[in-house]
């Protein structure tokens, strides 16, 4: 392999689909649960991994970063060297823009890798080799750390529903479903944003199928409580949901729409 070669940035180049305040609910869920390891490093680093056509999204997660970490850094990485051109006069102290893909440009080992939206045009076979291939650019764990945290997910072109992979240097650790919950009819409704690891094994037989499954029996369950509001109706779905499901998180992330469940409940079978 020449040196050419060599150099060339990893993956294709995407849509580029973006919006303002698209992955807000993605961005609330990382400084809820990662914001104390960003605020403890020294020289916290996050990327904004395919940040599409325009530079919103990486501009927004240094805003939503720095209220509960200060001195973080962000770097938008974007294949397409057009779109890294086009960012560029969006730079300000604690935002760059790097032409890449999946081998992350960078010295640094970051502490977070965002990819909301970048998998969903590759085959499912390719899934496992890019998540390894980030997860080894994160900031390893330590004696006081769970090192860096890779966040990959799909939303929908206004974020109102979300489903992502939260993975560390060890591989995946959990699946969050977030959602507004005044567009929701069912929870199964947010089958269509699940990442590509999972979006394709939503049939019977399948973990992710049971639990989807399940969270629409609980919903329908949870119906009498719409009368104080569908996020007491949510909170009471979820609620029941933990009998049989592994859930993560509680109450307060319950009342922001979301539900955060163990990898390996969900994880497909083979």
């Not at 939303?155 to 699946?175: F, N």
Request: charged share 25%; with cysteine; hydrophobic share 40%.
């Amino acid at each position: 392999m020449t040196s050419r070669a060599a150099s060339r940035p990893m993956g294709t180049v995407t849509r580029g689909t973006t919006n303002p305040n698209r992955l807000r609910r993605m961005d609330r869920w990382i400084t809820a649960v990662h914001g104390a390891e960003l605020r403890r490093a020294d020289d916290a680093v996050a990327v904004d991994l395919g940040y599409g056509a325009a530079p919103w999204t990486a501009v927004e997660l240094l805003q939503r970063l720095r209220t509960v970490a200060p001195r973080t850094r962000v770097v938008g990485v974007e294949i397409d060297p057009a779109r890294v051109a086009a960012a560029r006069p969006y730079e300000r102290e604690g935002l760059a823009f790097r032409h890449g893909g999946f081998e992350i440009p960078l010295p640094e080992r970051p502490l977070l890798i965002r990819a909301a939206n970048v998998l969903r045009q590759y085959e499912e076979a390719e899934v496992a080799e890019v998540w390894a291939r980030l997860c080894a650019r994160l900031a390893p764990a330590c004696a006081d750390s769970r090192g860096g945290l890779l966040v990959e997910g799909t939303c929908d072109e206004i974020g109102r529903r979300h489903v992502w992979v939260a993975l560390g240097p060890e591989g995946p650790r959990t699946v969050t479903f977030a959602t507004r919950l005044g567009s929701l009819d069912r929870p199964s409704d947010l089958a269509e944003r699940l990442p590509k690891a999972l979006i394709h094994r939503n049939v019977p037989g399948e973990p992710v199928h049971a639990f989807l499954r399940d969270f629409d029996r609980a919903w329908a369950a949870a119906a009498p409580y719409a009368s104080y509001g569908v996020r007491q109706r949510w909170i009471r779905a979820v609620r029941d949901l933990t009998a049989d499901w592994p859930v993560t998180d509680g109450v307060t992330r319950w009342r922001q729409g979301e539900v955060t469940v163990r990898w390996g409940a969900l994880a497909p079978r083979g």
